[in-house]
T-cell receptor, first 114, second 112 residues
């Protein structure tokens, strides 16, 4: 089955700096790659996603890049703010008909310091 | 509010017992997913249902079972509970596969 590896497990940056989180996946058939943000004690929430027919996607301070050949994708957060502090999960999924199994990475705890 | 409702929010039970967790998906969503999140751990995929039928299975223990009813709500049954089953159990729903999955607030299960 699919295996998603995520690095780093913890990341500390100063406010205003950029943060980069990287993930690799094993199943070349995976075609959907969402990123979720989970604040302490709360539910995961989608922040951005990308499909395999796109190499890059941007939404304000957040961007995701996908390299299908290397089977890795990355989350980039620019101009970090204290409210960006949370755990970020990458995930990979392939859909076969109505079946869909979203496999998550192990998470990155991002700490934005003042 | 994601539109996904999970009950109960908290559950404390003893080892060996059986519990049922309930999930109501967002209106119109046909897919329901169950995930287990242990303390400081990632999200482990358990099972997916689509329009009442099981569609995908993860590392779900044999002591665990789930179903999705005609009104699309889903239940996760956990039996012969062990201390290690203590975790946050999330339900998520989506309209179809490979689209945004919306998570509920989770049920925190504590086995004592």
């Amino acid at each position: 089955g699919e295996n998603v590896e995520q690095h780093p497990s913890t990341l500390s940056v100063q406010e205003g700096d950029s943060a980069v989180i990287k993930c690799t996946y094993s199943d070349s058939a995976s075609n959907y790659f969402p990123w979720y943000k989970q604040e302490l004690g709360k539910r995961p929430q989608l922040i951005i996603d990308i499909r395999s027919n796109v190499g890059e996607k941007k939404d304000q301070r957040i961007a995701v890049t996908l390299n299908k050949t290397a089977k890795h994708f990355s989350l980039h957060i620019t101009e970090t703010q204290p409210e960006d502090s949370a755990v970020y999960f990458c995930a990979a999924s392939k859909s076969t008909g109505t079946a869909s199994k979203l496999t998550f990475g192990t998470g990155t705890r991002l700490q934005v310091t003042l | 509010d994601s539109g996904v409702t999970q009950t109960p929010k908290h559950l404390i039970t003893a080892t060996g017992q059986r519990v049922t967790l309930r999930c109501s998906p967002r209106s119109g969503d046909l897919s329901v997913y169950w995930y287990q999140q242990s303390l400081d751990q990632g999200l482990q995929f358990l099972i997916q249902y689509y329009n009442g039928e099981e569609r995908a299975k993860g590392n779900i223990l044999e002591r665990f079972s789930a179903q999705q009813f005609p009104d699309l709500h889903s239940e996760l049954n956990l039996s012969s509970l062990e201390l290690g089953d203590s975790a946050l159990y999330f339900c998520a729903s989506s309209n179809h596969g490979n689209t945004e999955a919306f998570f509920g607030q989770g049920t925190r299960l504590t086995v004592v």
